[in-house]
T-cell receptor, first 112, second 113 residues
Framework: QKEVEQDPGPLSVPEGAIVSLNCTYS??????FMWYRQYSRKGPELLMY????GNKEDGRFTAQVDKSSKYISLFIRDSQPSDSATYLC????????????FGQGTELSVKP | DGGITQSPKYLFRKEGQNVTLSCEQN?????MYWYRQDPGQGLRLIYY???????QKGDIAEGYSVSREKKESFPLTVTSAQKNPTAFYLC????????????FGQGTRLTVV
């Protein structure tokens, strides 16, 4: 079983749609939960991070963590063409040097 | 402007050659990382360093080497022992190893010809 599973997509939605991106994980030691956005041929940039179960909101983005089910989600409201990118979930274990464990990434395309 | 600079952006290597990828940061970050990205596989950790003159292997270190002689610099050498080196290589840094925000460079795309 892979440590992190993420649907690679591609996912195509119309502008204004609500997007749901998901990752499941198997390692109970994961303590930090992150979402990165990566535009084509660029480095990833951090969108959101959290360390507790529940929801965290930042503008049009909401990160959700369910530690009991080992499941995290990223919701994008009112999606825009500029949101078209690959979204990577990432996980970290405390006291292991800041190493990140990434999902495979989901490619999202928002059509005008 | 503060940030992480990777060079070159594109690199071509002949089989059997060693090549070195550059990573420089002016963010005064202690920790630096090298990841490899292949299509459909996300990012995988090659090496990381939390302080100068010290570094640790990541999950896929075989065929790679690094050095950390200066805080600002963390070059990665892809040796001829790496059997499948064609990939997108990303360097990252963070203030301390446990800081959750890692800043990434723009990557180097290495192709074996």
């Amino acid at each position: 079983q892979k440590e992190v599973e993420q649907d690679p997509g591609p996912l195509s939605v119309p502008e204004g749609a609500i997007v749901s991106l998901n990752c499941t994980y198997s390692n109970s030691a994961f303590q930090y939960f992150m979402w990165y956005r990566q535009y084509s041929r660029k480095g990833p940039e951090l969108l959101m991070y959290t360390y507790s179960s529940g929801n965290k909101e930042d503008g049009r983005f909401t990160a959700q963590v369910d530690k009991s089910s080992k499941y995290i989600s990223l919701f994008i409201r009112d999606s825009q063409p500029s949101d078209s990118a690959t979204y990577l979930c990432a996980f970290m274990i405390y006291n292991q040097g800041g190493k990140l464990i990434f999902g495979q990434g989901t490619e999202l395309s928002v059509k005008p | 402007d503060g940030g992480i600079t990777q060079s070159p952006k594109y690199l071509f290597r002949k089989e059997g050659q060693n090549v070195t990828l550059s990573c420089e940061q002016n963010l005064n970050h202690d920790a630096m990382y090298w990841y490899r990205q292949d299509p459909g596989q996300g990012l995988r950790l090659i090496y990381y360093s939390q302080i100068v003159n010290d570094f640790q292997k990541g999950d896929i270190a075989e065929g790679y080497s690094v050095s950390r002689e200066k805080k600002e610099s963390f070059p990665l050498t892809v040796t001829s022992a790496q059997k499948n080196p064609t990939a997108f290589y990303l360097c990252a840094s963070s203030i301390r190893g446990e800081n959750t925000e890692a800043f990434f460079g723009q990557g180097t795309r290495l192709t074996v010809v």
